[in-house]
């Protein structure tokens, strides 16, 4: 694989990686790795296909009942 050394990086910038990389369980090469990979690889979102997702997803789930009612019924729950 091949390999890249970073020269002249700031120092409070090496700091917010190393505490990036420490919040998402990674090595400092692995949240770099990670930050590079989704920058390069980043293009414009293809709406049409996000919302036929969102839409599949939606068919999945069970509807929610948020009557007035429901919602108390839910709220005393908890209190008997």
């Known amino acids: 694989m091949p390999q890249v050394a970073v020269r002249g990086l ?20 692995g ?15 293809d709406a049409r296909a996000m919302l036929e997702r969102i839409q599949k997803q939606h068919k999945l789930l069970k509807p929610v009942d948020l009557s007035d009612e429901a919602i108390r019924e839910l709220r005393d ?3 008997r």
């Open 77 to 79: 729950a908890g209190r």
């Open 31 to 45: 949240e770099v790795v990670a930050r590079l990979t989704a920058s390069v690889r980043s293009s414009q979102i």
């Open 10 to 29: 700031p120092e409070d910038v090496h700091w917010e990686l190393k505490e990036a990389a420490r919040r998402n369980h990674r090595s400092l090469n």
